[in-house]
């Protein structure tokens, strides 16, 4: 299971990034319909958290299977993982309050069939665009440099579950207002904490509009960085 993924130039239509979906992807539909998507030669490349909260986190393994359609890991699909393994650091009330219940109520057959796809998205992922590599990553770079997360994504540095967290849990960019932005790259977008509007913090784009509550989804067109909003 490759832990980062590259994607290469789309020569023949548009690439957008989405916030957080959260079973949501009905409402996703509506969205890209609006935005003129072109399933033949567009692709769209998700920031994580597919599942939880909403009436059809089901159907994340048939959007997976889109072949224009590209996912980092979320949190919630971290979750999936450590129920199957077991990790008493799950609180499973807990799991079920923040939207779990569709997973944890399926046969465990249904777990496992979710979790093994889920498990295979990779932490982070990058896209050429005509103006320079865009990165995804669900909740926060921890590194300065995206070669140092490729790096360490890639086996290339020690693993330290310290690192491992901050990909799909630290808030700690937006917290601190820290726009230090990440060097080697021309934009790294993230999701996981709802904003009412997009927000960027130096090259780091924070796009969880909350379409899957209150809010809307923003779509992002990678060559232009331009927003579309839901
Ligand atoms: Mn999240």
């Known amino acids: ?27 996703l539909e509506q969205v890209l319909q609006r935005a003129g998507f072109d399933s033949r030669v567009d692709r769209l490349f998700s920031v ?10 089901e159907l994340a393994l ?14 919630h699909e971290v979750l999936t993982q450590q129920y199957l393994a077991g990790d008493p650091q799950l609180d499973v009330f807990d799991y ?3 939207g ?13 069939h979710y979790a093994a796809a889920l498990g295979q998205l990779p932490v982070a992922l990058e896209v050429e ?16 440099s995206w070669a140092t997360l490729r790096d360490y994504l890639q ?14 849990w630290s808030r700690e960019r937006l917290k601190t207002k820290n726009d230090a932005g990440v060097q080697g790259v021309r934009a790294v977008i993230v999701g996981h904490t709802p904003l009412r509007r997009p927000r960027r913090l130096g090259n780091v784009w924070h796009i969880d509009t909350a379409g899957w509550s209150e809010g809307y989804f923003t779509l992002v067109e990678l060559a232009t ?6």
């Not at 320079?132 to 590194?143: E, I, K, S």
């Not at 960085?225 to 839901?230: E, N, T």
């Open 1 to 27: 299971m490759a832990r980062f993924k590259h994607f290469k130039l789309n020569t023949r239509g548009r690439d957008f990034a989405v916030g957080d979906i959260h079973g949501h992807f009905q409402r």
């Open 48 to 57: 994580g958290d597919l599942v939880d909260r909403g009436p059809q986190s």
């Open 62 to 75: 048939d959007w997976l299977a889109k072949p224009w359609f590209h996912a980092v890991q979320g949190n």
């Open 96 to 98: 079920r309050i923040s």
């Open 100 to 112: 779990g219940g569709w997973f944890l109520d399926s046969p465990p057959e249904r777990q496992r």
């Open 129 to 144: 665009t005509r103006r320079g590599l865009v990165g995804l990553v669900h909740a926060n770079c921890p590194f300065p």
């Open 155 to 168: 086996g290339k540095l020690a693993p330290d579950p310290a690192i491992d967290e901050v990909f799909q």
């Open 225 to 230: 960085m331009r927003f579309v909003a839901g």
